[in-house]
């Protein structure tokens, strides 16, 4: 599926996508979207500006909340002509060039769906699939895999192959045999270990991608549900700041990534090239142990009854924190293990619970833990991942119902910002302040892994530019497409298909929505 607007290959800056431009008025409260001619939906029907108001309206009027976010200050949609969009804002917005992360849907397939529950419209049958993109899903087999054939009306350039099958591997071993074996051409989401018996094989190719996720390390401040109750002693930013220079971010790069990552400093991955601050290494909190124990130890925590615990001087609690992590997110559960370590040498107990994705989300919702290891990746534009760390998300996206006027007041400030530079300024210093602040760590970066047969396809084109993701990927037009002047080499009268494994999901975008 398409998106009215979508991402350049080069920084995944707002590109041409259904639409050829959105313009806004001079007060930013109206913006004017011109649609590509002629453009079609893989049944033949016409992909008009009707179908792009109707998707809008559907996520709005039916509160799809994984997607409402991509639409403030009450927007409305008119559609003039079948090429021309015209969004309406109560007050001045750059929403339309975020752009919204919403894949447009053909109106004539799911208008009987609008204004059904929400069960009904989950379990919408669509294989095979009415789409606008380059390939069209037309076997499912859950569990298992799926298989994508090209669209015979797709409006931009022919893609190299004809069938893309998707096949899920529950084996690490497994997958990279298929891949020795020539099974498949190209594998995703390959563990750290797995990756590094591939380098500099014969007819493989391997390539880690650049971040576009972080492990986080999220502490939890309360207001979840009345059975919420963490540990008070982290309202105080001398104990936040206590972990964060008591935990070693090189160790967990090297022991449990293998070095495949970079160690985090701020809440925007480095897979948003344009808008990813990079805290400069003189201001950042310094693993420091030492000084870890002697501000705890200003701050009038100490071990009183010499169990190696520290208790809290106000409330009297022994510091010690409940830590569930992740055991369906890649290094989350082995780094916990660490951070188990890093904080017994500094006075704090940490109990550490590994929990399926499942489990971890009812901690997320009850708020029934200290602090917890998971992740979190976000889109290219910064305005989602932000937005998630604004006082109003408490109950929502908010890891630990985090609450800072300030901040609050730094989000909007971007929101309604409309000179791009202008803006990258704000958000540097709302990730400096949240780096600051503390209301968790950002522990990693980890690389995506993945690994490529050699012998059959060239002239990949990663996206982002440098070392970005090669087929799965935001710009998935181009990648696709491959470069032009090596697409010719590989065209043939009978086209090949090609293999792929499934890369790793990424909810925290848009929820149960976007890969």
Not at 384 to 409: A, E, K, N
Not at 427 to 450: K, T, W
Not at 463 to 470: C, E, H, K, R, T
Not at 481 to 504: G, H
Request: with cysteine; glycine share 8%; proline share 8%.
């Amino acid at each position: 599926y398409d998106m009215l607007l979508q991402f350049s290959d080069a920084d995944l800056s707002p590109a041409p996508g259904l639409a050829e431009r959105c313009e806004p008025s001079a007060d930013h409260t109206v913006w004017t979207c011109t649609l590509r001619e002629g453009v079609r939906w893989s049944d033949g029907t016409p992909l008009t500006a009707e179908d792009v108001a109707f998707t809008y309206r559907f996520v709005i009027d039916n509160n799809i909340s994984a997607y409402r976010s991509y639409f403030p200050y009450n927007p409305t949609f008119e559609t003039p002509d079948e090429r021309t969009l015209i969004w309406r804002s109560e007050r001045p917005t750059f929403a339309p060039q975020i752009p919204p992360f919403v894949y447009i849907a053909p109106k004539h397939i799911w208008e009987r769906y609008d204004g059904k529950d929400r069960k009904e419209i989950r379990s919408a049958p669509n294989t095979p699939s009415v789409a606008s993109g380059p390939f069209t899903l037309t076997e499912w087999e859950r569990g298992q895999g799926w298989t994508m054939e090209r669209n015979p009306y797709f409006w931009g350039p022919t893609p190299v192959v004809d069938r893309l099958e998707f096949r899920v591997f529950d084996n690490q071993e497994a997958l990279v045999q298929a891949l020795k074996n020539g099974e498949i051409d190209y594998a995703d989401g390959l563990q750290p270990s797995v990756f590094r018996t591939l380098e500099g094989g014969e007819q493989i190719t391997t390539h880690p991608i650049v971040s576009d996720w972080w492990l986080n390390l999220a502490f939890n401040f309360g207001g979840q549900s009345d059975d919420a109750d963490p540990h008070p002693a982290l309202a105080d930013i001398r104990v936040r700041r206590a972990i964060a220079m008591a935990i070693d971010k090189q160790e967990i790069v090297d022991k449990v990534y293998l070095g495949y990552a970079t160690p985090g400093d701020t809440i925007i991955r480095p897979a948003s090239v344009y808008w990813h601050l990079d805290i400069p290494a003189e201001e950042e909190h310094p693993y420091d142990p030492e000084a870890a124990r002697a501000l705890l130890d200003e701050a009038g925590y100490v071990d009183t009854d010499g169990d190696g615990v520290r208790e809290d001087p106000r409330s009297g609690r022994p510091l010690s924190l409940l830590m569930p992590a992740s055991d369906e997110t890649t290094g989350a559960v082995d780094a916990g293990r660490l951070i188990v370590g890093y904080l017994k040498e500094i006075g704090i107990e940490v109990r550490l619970q590994p929990a399926s994705d499942a489990k971890m989300n009812d901690y997320w919702t009850t708020g029934d833990f200290d602090m917890y290891i998971w992740y979190w990746s976000g889109d290219p534009d910064p305005d989602y991942q932000l937005w998630v760390f604004t006082s109003g998300q408490c109950g929502s996206w908010s890891d630990g119902c985090w609450s800072d006027p300030t901040y609050d007041r730094l989000y909007e400030q971007q929101r309604s910002t409309f000179d791009r530079e202008e803006r990258r300024e704000i958000v540097f210093d709302m990730q400096r302040y949240v780096y600051e602040q503390l209301p968790g760590i950002v522990l990693a970066y980890p690389n995506s892994l993945a690994a490529y047969r050699n012998d059959r396809f060239t002239g990949w084109k990663p996206v982002p530019a440098g070392d970005g993701y090669l087929i799965p990927g935001n710009a998935v037009h181009r990648v696709v497409a491959l470069e032009d002047s090596v697409a010719l080499d590989i065209f043939a009268p009978v086209r090949e298909e090609y293999t792929l494994t499934p890369p790793p999901w990424h909810t925290g975008t848009a929820g149960d929505g976007q890969a």
